[in-house]
């Protein structure tokens, strides 16, 4: 497609489960970025690819998250043993620039819902 | 309910009014700032971004003003339509990180037809 893709769009997963949420960039973008969102909240940074390597990830709330880009295309967020603080919406977005904000515009996917019972 | 742990500002205005949206950032080093609208459902999506080196930048229907010395951003957009009803953000790049965007909490515009 044209856009960012995100799936799935929606999950649930009780409490300890390992999550998988995968993101589809636009053909071509060098930069991948995770954000999380929580309800009632603006997006928060979680960690940023350029290619097949992630240069910040810092924002990532513990150990339990990983997120990996193989191959410089599709990107995997994974959270395991997930707990209720877990639940947000998880947005992905890429961009064409090397990363840098002043060349290029980032484009949002629609965000993996998460809910964790 | 989704109401719950909700607490956006809101603004309401008439179809065809002009509104204002405000957000105060926090980092004096940033300097770059993006105003996103986000849908229900949908991510954010781009609308206008500005630098530091300029105080206004005009779009198509909109406006930012920026006012470093007191830290604040505007909104503006003129004969607001139903369609623009949505959340609205603004975004700085964190202490003038060429990747990072640091999001304000957002402000609700809902547009009355």
């Known amino acids: 497609g044209a856009g960012v893709s995100q799936s799935p769009r929606y999950k649930v997963a009780k409490r300890g489960q390992d999550v998988a949420l995968r993101c589809d960039p636009i053909?071509?973008?060098?930069?991948l970025f995770w954000y999380q969102q929580a309800l009632g909240q603006g997006p928060e940074f979680l960690t940023y690819?350029?290619?097949?390597?992630?240069?910040?990830k810092s924002g990532l709330p513990s150990d339990r998250f990983f997120a990996e880009r193989p191959e410089g295309s599709v990107s995997t967020l994974k959270i395991q043993r997930t707990q209720q603080e877990d639940s947000a919406v998880y947005l992905c977005?890429?961009?064409?620039?090397?990363?840098?904000?002043?060349?290029?515009?980032?484009?949002f996917g629609e965000g993996s819902r998460l809910t964790v019972l | 309910g989704e109401s719950v742990g909700l607490h956006l500002p809101t603004l309401s205005v008439q179809e065809g009014d002009n509104s204002i949206i405000n957000c105060a950032y926090s980092n004096s080093a940033s300097d770059y700032f993006i105003w996103y609208k986000q849908e229900s459902g949908k991510g954010p999506q781009f609308i206008i971004d500005i630098r530091s080196n300029m105080d206004k930048r005009q779009g198509q229907r909109v406006t930012v003003l920026l006012n470093k010395t007191v830290k604040h951003l505007s909104l503006q957009i003129a004969a607001t339509q139903p369609g623009d009803s949505a959340v609205y953000f603004c975004?700085?790049?964190?202490?003038?990180?060429?990747?990072?965007?640091?999001f304000g909490k957002g402000t609700l515009l809902t547009v009355n037809p």
């Open positions: 977005a890429s961009s064409g620039g090397t990363g840098n904000l002043n060349t290029g515009e980032l484009f």
């Open positions: 053909s071509g973008h060098v930069s």
């Open positions: 690819f350029q290619n097949e390597a992630q240069l910040d």
């Open positions: 975004a700085e790049n964190s202490g003038g990180s060429n990747y990072k965007l640091t």
